[in-house]
T-cell receptor, first 111, second 115 residues
Framework: KQEVTQIPAALSVPEGENLVLNCSFTDSAIYNLQWFRQDPGKGLTSLLLIQSSQREQTSGRLNASLDKSSGRSTLYIAASQPGDSATYLCAVTGTASKLTFGTGTRLQVTL | EAGVAQSPRYKIIEKRQSVAFWCNPISGHATLYWYQQILGQGPKLLIQFQNNGVVDDSQLPKDRFSAERLKGVDSTLKIQPAKLEDSAVYLC?????????????FGPGTRLTVL
């Protein structure tokens, strides 16, 4: 059974800092990995999707890497802003396109 | 392109009452998912439809939960009767492929509170 773990559970950083969120998964037989953002009381917004054959994806200040063999992914956020404050969820797609989520990292960027 | 629509956005009911949620996926998306997200946890898949057929409902509590997607477009999720532990956000998502490289797009969710 696939299990996804995210560390840390919560993180508070001052504005302008670069930061890294971590995600690990137990079964390396995945087809892709997605990073989502969730604002309080809202749905999920897809940030980046990395196919299993890829090593990383970039979108603006966000960079996600994938090491499938070790079961790890990182989300790097450059020059953090207060608007980046949200919960970040990692999810992996396994067989039958089933998505398994981690419990998320709650990020707060302070002024 | 319009996103995934869900209604209602919020619902408060008493235990043992019934409730229904509605989802309209992105146009053309054949695959539709319902997730339950309990506070502080990641979303958990309840049921997956491919067109109007069920692909996976292994984690759906079938004694009280039911879902349908009659015409392969809109879907409804029903809880009858509700329990306190059903308090959660119910998320609907859709994707354009049933294969393993699909990207899922989520709606805003319905926050259910059971008193």
């Amino acid at each position: 059974k696939q299990e996804v773990t995210q560390i840390p559970a919560a993180l508070s950083v001052p504005e302008g800092e670069n930061l890294v969120l971590n995600c690990s998964f137990t079964d390396s037989a995945i087809y892709n990995l997605q990073w989502f953002r969730q604002d309080p009381g809202k749905g999920l917004t897809s940030l980046l999707l990395i196919q299993s054959s890829q090593r990383e994806q970039t979108s603006g200040r966000l960079n996600a890497s994938l090491d499938k063999s070790s079961g790890r992914s990182t989300l790097y956020i450059a020059a953090s802003q207060p608007g980046d404050s949200a919960t970040y969820l990692c999810a992996v797609t396994g067989t039958a396109s089933k998505l398994t989520f981690g419990t998320g990292t709650r990020l707060q960027v302070t002024l | 392109e319009a996103g995934v629509a869900q209604s209602p956005r919020y619902k408060i009911i008493e235990k043992r009452q019934s409730v229904a949620f509605w989802c309209n996926p992105i146009s053309g998306h054949a695959t539709l998912y319902w997730y339950q997200q309990i506070l502080g946890q990641g979303p958990k898949l309840l049921i997956q439809f491919q067109n109007n057929g069920v692909v996976d409902d292994s984690q759906l509590p079938k004694d009280r939960f039911s879902a349908e997607r009659l015409k392969g477009v809109d879907s409804t999720l029903k809880i009858q009767p509700a329990k306190l532990e059903d308090s959660a956000v119910y998320l609907c998502a859709s994707s354009s492929l049933a294969g393993n490289v699909n990207e899922q797009f989520f709606g805003p969710g319905t926050r259910l509170t059971v008193l």
